[in-house]
């Protein structure tokens, strides 16, 4: 008999949670263009944090080869040979804590040959232009500072004489990995600030649904209704709202990555990586929909909650 009880109280219970999530949705579709206006605006509220996370994943993307970015290329004098280019790496080997690699002029040829696509149009030189090249990884004691470390051994080499020219391009690098660090630090701010800005407006906006329903309230609360029961279909008319305004901004989201998607691949391009821009995946998707709901259920909450005390300490709903 008890299970049985507290079978059929569950299946009231259900009934009217499904009922009362439905009928909210009703309402909302009831004054659509009021629902439209809100929902239009969280959903800019969340596409703007939406888009810079999706921008700052797809730069994260980019082999930014760490772990050579002290790498320095140095290349020698046309007529320096074999013999000084090993010289100069056995010196570097045997007073420097570095690591090397030695690109002979024939190995240059062959890689600017499959890099830059000419082929055939190289034969004709009759002699190989390109000079001998050293690349040369320092290796910073503990504690050192890699941009001294590269400086010193840059100058060092650069006194030498059988040196034409010493490149090291890695501080665009560090600069590149700073700003995606404080993208990715923007991005959780924005992220904060615009839930913060999405419970507001659903909060305001249902302050307004309840304030228009005030009579309607003050009578259930006179003959005993339950909070849960008075506050059940706000609560599921601001999941709503945050629901379609995630969608919203999934839609937002794509229609403008549709027109950046070209200019940001060209982008990734010009670092040397060649790949799709990738969107958000099917998790992703799922989660930022449910937050959006969350975030409109506890925007509801929050509006519907101050009222219900206002009945119970003043008596009257509207009250200031």
């Not at 006179?222 to 305004?245: H, T």
């Not at 989660?287 to 259920?297: A, D, K, Q, R, T």
């Amino acid at each position: 008999m008890i299970n049985l009880n507290l079978r059929k109280r569950f299946r009231a219970w259900g009934r009217r949670q499904l009922y009362s999530f439905f009928s909210s949705l009703g309402t909302l579709l009831g004054h659509r263009l009021g629902t439209f206006m809100t929902v239009l605006v969280l959903g800019i509220a969340m596409a703007l944090p939406l888009g810079l996370y999706v921008t700052v994943g797809n730069l994260r993307a980019l082999d930014l080869q760490q772990e050579e970015w002290g790498t320095i290329t140095v290349f020698l004098r046309s007529d320096a040979g074999e013999k000084q280019a090993f010289a100069l790496a056995r010196l570097i080997g045997e007073e420097l804590y570095a690591s090397l690699e030695i690109i002979t002029p024939e190995q240059g040829m062959e890689q600017f040959r499959e890099a830059s696509g000419f082929g055939q149009a190289l034969d004709i030189f009759e002699e190989n232009p390109l000079p001998w090249v050293l690349l040369v990884t320092p290796e910073p004691i503990d504690g050192a500072d890699l941009e001294l470390t590269v400086a010193s051994l840059e100058q060092w080499l650069q006194d030498r004489p059988e040196v034409e020219l010493v490149q090291a391009d890695f501080k665009w690098l560090q600069r590149l990995s700073g700003l995606l660090r404080l993208g990715e630090a923007l991005v959780s701010v924005l992220a904060i600030v615009f839930s913060l800005a999405v419970v507001v407006v659903v909060a305001n906006t249902i302050r307004l649904d309840v304030a228009s329903r005030a009579e309607e309230i003050q009578v259930l609360s006179l003959i005993g209704a339950a909070d849960g029961f008075i506050r059940q279909p706000f609560l599921y008319s601001g999941f709503w709202y945050g629901f379609l305004g995630a969608w919203v901004a999934l839609s937002l989201f794509n229609a403008c990555l549709y027109f950046l998607r070209q200019p940001l691949e060209q982008l990734l391009d010009a670092y040397g990586n060649r790949f799709m821009v990738q969107n958000l995946d099917g998790s992703a998707l799922a989660l930022m929909v449910l937050v959006g709901g969350l975030l409109g259920f506890l925007g509801a909450w929050t509006s519907v909650q101050r009222y219900l005390r206002q009945i119970r300490v003043n008596g009257m709903l509207g009250r200031p």
